[in-house]
């Protein structure tokens, strides 16, 4: 009985840790088939209510063993209760010169986190709009497994 206690405690502590309350958002959209096409913009919708606070935003890529390049360029489309849409290319190192995959490997896959931006303040409350669209010359890219947005407070 004892034991049994403990481990439920040991538990509890484990899950309460792994929660963050800085994550504002982090969320990951499957690509279908792991083949990413030009019209696929995965979209992530973000409330901002506190403009005080600094924010790191990253976009996350999960890849296979299998993907052909060792980068992956992506345009980035941002848009904001009373911003204009802008769009601006982001470049992914998914590889070394070597060929060593530089994301951190869960199985078959690998993940690779690029910040957004840092210490980010955003200019006004309300909801915010990231769409990701992948920007190289394959259509499909294949291997790429999913898309994801993550924001955190600091």
Known sequence: MKNNAFLIGFILIILLGACDSNTIIDKNVNINNKEWLHSDKPSFNIHISDISKKYDVWLNVRHTAKYPYSNLFVLVHEKGPKTK???????????????????????????????IHQNYTFPDTGIYQFIFEQNMRDNPLVEISDVGLNIMSK
Do not use: P
């Open 85 to 115: 849409e802008y769009s601006y290319r982001k470049a992914l190192k998914l590889a070394e010169a070597d060929g060593k995959w530089t994301g951190k490997s869960a199985g078959s896959l690998y993940t690779q986190r690029s910040l």
